[in-house]
């Protein structure tokens, strides 16, 4: 965690997720424009849509509201983790093992700078993707990105 607030947030919101049946990826607390802005991405098997993101919203107020750990004003936003959106924390990767992944190197490796494959395993910042003949041992660091593959 970044800080203090988002660490308050995310252990008050990973026991209001197990509540609700979704999982708790990631917290994020910014000041943008002179406010404050809470956010939490969820995520279950099968996505979350609108109805999800309003309950746990509603259920993480209320928690919030109770305990009241934020001293300034803030916006509180849920939403899912979108579809195009970075693969960020060690608890995202171990999450969605086992799912295709789309990578983006700075540098190529093997004459590769994009690769799809399927997450195998993530530790210590190195994310290992099957790339159908072998597995591919790709820090985070040379990633321009790592997230899950969505085909339309």
Known sequence: MANKTEELAFNIGDSVAEEQGVFLLHVEYKKEDGEYYLRLFI??????????????????????????????????????????????????????????????????????????????????????????DEIWDIPKKDAVYIRLSFKF
């Open 43 to 132: 995520d279950k098997d099968g996505g979350v849509g609108i109805d999800e993101c309003e309950k746990f919203s509603r259920a993480m107020s209320d928690k919030l509201d109770e305990l009241d750990p934020i001293k300034e004003a803030y916006v509180l936003e849920v939403s899912s983790p979108g579809a195009d959106r970075k693969l960020v924390t060690e608890r995202e990767f171990n999450h969605y093992i086992g799912r295709e992944v789309d990578v983006k190197l700075y540098a190529a490796k093997n004459g590769e700078k994009e690769i799809s494959g399927i997450l195998t395993g993530y530790s210590d910042g190195v994310a290992s993707v099957d790339v159908g």
